[in-house]
């Protein structure tokens, strides 16, 4: 096998890959709750905040994540990176257990992100979260993009920098 068929057939199974990333985000984008702006949430802490009020100057990263999801593993990490950089980071744990057990999970794990616990999955139905992990990146109250499955690091800032300059 040649080099150049070689690299024809990796673009290919590149494209192809891409394109049915795309169509299954869109088949799984969930919906920004029209209350998005009146409803409270509370961090591991008890600690209140409305999403609309976090950073207006960068977008805000909305994570949908469980203890239990083994994609979530890698993806936390490219999440906590984002966090150590200054993006605003909510995540929300889904079935994870008690607010102590995610707490200690965040803990062993070294994540320093915002986390709101949900453990009967109410902030989920309310955004049809069906996936986990669900990435959702919100600009200004409105969601700009939104992807489903693990996702890496580089993969975020591409849709970061999307979400800031598009």
């Known amino acids: 096998m040649n080099i150049k068929k070689l690299l024809k057939n990796a673009v290919s199974l590149l ?21 998005l702006n009146a409803t ?24 949908f994540w469980g203890t239990w999801c083994s994609y979530c593993r890698y993806t936390s990490s490219a999440i906590n990176d984002l966090a150590k950089e200054g993006y605003p980071v909510v995540s929300v744990a889904l079935h994870s257990g008690s607010a102590q057990d995610v707490a200690n999970y965040l803990m062993e794990h070294q994540y320093g992100f915002t986390t709101v616990n949900d453990p009967q999955g109410k902030l989920a139905t ?7 992990p669900t990435i959702i990146i919100l600009r200004h109250g409105k969601m700009d993009l939104a992807t489903t499955g693990w996702t890496s690091y580089w993969g975020l800032k591409v849709r970061l920098f999307l979400a800031t300059f598009l």
């Open 15 to 35: 494209l192809t890959l891409l394109i049915m990333s795309s169509i299954l985000d869109f088949i799984r984008k969930p919906t920004v709750p029209d209350n």
């Open 40 to 63: 409270a949430l509370y961090d591991l802490q008890g600690n209140p905040f409305f999403l609309p009020q976090l950073d207006q100057d960068k977008p805000t990263v909305l994570y």
């Open 126 to 132: 309310q955004w049809d979260v069906g996936v986990t």
